[in-house]
DNA sequence: CGAACAGGCGCC
DNA sequence: AAAGGGCGCCTGTTCG
């Protein structure tokens, strides 16, 4: 069932039935409406049984999480029924559980009943986004990350099985049919236990690496890998080597592989609006913690290539275009560079991480003692920050530059510790979550120009300020292009005429991991 | 017995 | 050298 609104969502005429899903892509065509969808998973069934991405939506549910949290209810029910729920005025009920619920509502012979509902949840969103510019531009930015998301799980990220299971094989050995410990680790860790003397250890247990330590003579507060490069013991070097590896091949190994690659792609489930700041989650594969060692993996069909593209420092350029504090961010070269060559009195690193401490939080050690430095050069922005803890740590609510908010503080909040917490919370909130809302335009904007380029690129990864493309060879450097400037118009989407710049540079590739 | 938690580490 | 923000996932361990 559709039916055709207006722009403040009511209604022009009564609704319709249509007959299959070859009627929606046929009215896309013809006339690209905003669709209004309950969710964005309806979405996935239109692009895999017709190939048609339609170019605007509505997630009804997406902003009504969006709402919800700016009226201070961060996390309560903000599915469909519970905003149907609200409207009438009694208490919703909890959303279903993730995935229990994927039925179309849309595009599908469901009840009208739902349609009605969709309708008028629509209805009531678009009276309070009428009032709010910035929420509005919100509201369509997450709207279309949910289009996004859904293409991105259907494309598949290209995975090539081949080059993982030799990446493996090189690095642990040749897998064991009888799925026993790989030659590499296993060598690995009867070096720990000769070092310590023959006894067995399980290294996969730190309580007893912990005792094994300590019957040397060596008492630790954990296993951690940097504590463990502090002391001077023969098991510490195949120790963390052996860490090292049985990380790899627990998390993306052999089992990982057969699990998440078929046909050479990995399609995980992403999870717009997943994170408190608005980043997205993701489910299936772990697929936002990628790790390097395994990304040469991720490879070019024959005759395409991929285009990676990340955002340069772009959390302190959104503070700096935030607190106007426009000397923090000067022109489209390092920023950190720039920082520590100015006057600073402190290296590239150094800088970097004053810097980022500054935005997290911390207050001690050898970055702590640039903060006073930070705060005369760049008043307004460290002012911003501290103002932003204080909100926390007083039980105040703090929202990001389009008006993305906080959960509520909890009760107990204000205990010292918990509120010295609350405040480094909030404190970063504000700038993550409005770098997060940065890529979320980027996002949107990209999409609709590869649409109009025609380039035949997929956006097939995104991950926080990173997006990754998979493109014909022949236009990958047009969408190199196309990147650039959505990067530049994302800036200008959110900050108007800000000279603070967010520069992408993306490269052209075959695999994930060239420079 | 499975669920829940803790330790540890990958990513931004 | 090693502390601050946000996650997901794996293993081992303990709880109910």
Redesign the pocket.
């Known amino acids: 069932m559709i039916q055709r609104l207006d722009e403040s969502g009511d209604p022009l005429a009564p609704p319709e039935k249509l007959p299959d899903l070859t009627a929606v892509a046929e009215l896309e065509r013809a006339e690209t409406p905003r669709w209004v969808l309950a969710r964005s998973r309806t979405h996935r069934r239109l692009l895999t049984e017709t190939g048609v991405e339609v170019a605007r939506s509505h997630d009804v549910e997406l902003v009504e999480g969006l709402l919800v949290a700016a009226a201070g209810g961060f996390g309560q029910p903000h599915g469909l029924a519970a905003a149907v729920a609200r409207l009438e005025g009694r208490t919703p009920e909890p959303d279903p559980p993730v995935g229990v619920d994927d039925r179309p509502t849309l595009f599908d012979t469901g009840p009208v009943d739902e349609l009605a509902d969709i309708v008028a949840v629509h209805r009531a969103q678009q009276a309070v986004l009428a009032a709010d510019p910035r929420m509005r531009l919100l509201a369509a930015a997450e709207s279309a990350a949910g289009l996004v998301a859904e293409e991105m799980t259907v494309h598949g990220l290209p995975w090539r099985a081949d080059v993982h299971d030799e990446l493996l094989t090189e690095a642990l050995g040749p897998r064991s049919s009888l799925g026993g410990r790989p030659p590499k680790l296993a060598a690995l860790a009867d070096e720990v236990v000769a070092a310590f003397g023959g006894r067995a250890v399980?290294l996969?247990?730190?309580?007893?690496?912990?005792r094994a330590f300590a019957r040397a003579g060596h008492e630790?507060?954990?296993?951690?890998?940097?504590?463990?490069?502090?002391i001077d013991h023969p098991a510490v070097a195949p120790l963390?080597a052996y860490?090292?590896l049985?990380?790899?091949?627990?998390?993306h190994g052999w089992?990982?592989l057969r699990?998440w690659v078929h046909n050479n792609r990995f399609r995980?489930e992403y999870?717009v609006g997943?994170?408190?700041?608005g980043?997205w989650?993701?489910?299936?594969?772990?697929?936002?913690?990628?790790?390097?060692?395994v990304?040469a993996a991720v490879r070019a069909d024959p005759g395409w290539k991929l285009v990676v593209a990340?955002?340069a420092q772009?959390e302190p350029r959104v503070l700096a275009a935030l607190s106007g504090d426009h000397a923090l961010a000067p022109g489209e070269d390092d920023l950190y560079t720039a920082l520590a060559s100015a006057e600073f009195g402190a290296d590239r690193?150094?800088a970097k991480?004053a810097l980022?401490?500054a935005?997290?939080?911390?207050t001690?050690?050898?970055?702590g003692q640039l903060l006073g430095t930070l705060r005369r050069r760049f008043p307004a922005a460290m002012g911003l920050l501290e103002d932003a803890a204080r909100a926390g740590e007083e039980g105040r609510l703090v929202r990001s530059h389009l008006g993305r908010t906080c959960p509520p503080a909890r009760p107990g909040h204000e205990l010292p510790a918990a509120a010295r917490?609350r405040g480094?919370?909030t404190?970063?909130?504000v700038v993550?979550a409005t770098a997060a809302e940065w890529a979320l335009v980027l996002l949107a904007e990209l999409r609709l120009a590869l649409r109009s380029a025609a380039t035949g690129a997929q956006l097939v990864f995104f991950?926080?300020?990173?997006v990754l493309l998979h493109s014909p060879a022949e236009t990958a450097d047009d969408v190199a292009e196309l990147v650039r400037v959505a990067a530049l118009t994302a800036g200008r989407r959110l900050f108007g005429a800000t000279p603070v710049r967010f520069p992408m540079r993306p490269r052209v590739v075959d695999a994930y991991d060239e420079r």
């Not at 630790?220 to 502090?230: A, Q």
């Open positions: 399980n996969d247990s730190p309580a007893e690496v912990l630790l507060g954990s296993t951690r890998s940097w504590e463990l490069k502090g963390l860490k090292e049985a990380r790899l091949h627990t998390a089992a990982w699990t995980p999870v997943g994170v408190v700041s980043r989650a993701s489910r299936g594969g772990g697929a936002l913690q990628i790790p390097r060692a990304r990340d955002a772009l690193a150094t991480l980022i401490s935005m997290y939080g911390q001690s050690g050898g970055a917490a480094r919370f404190r970063n909130f993550q991950q926080h300020d990173e």
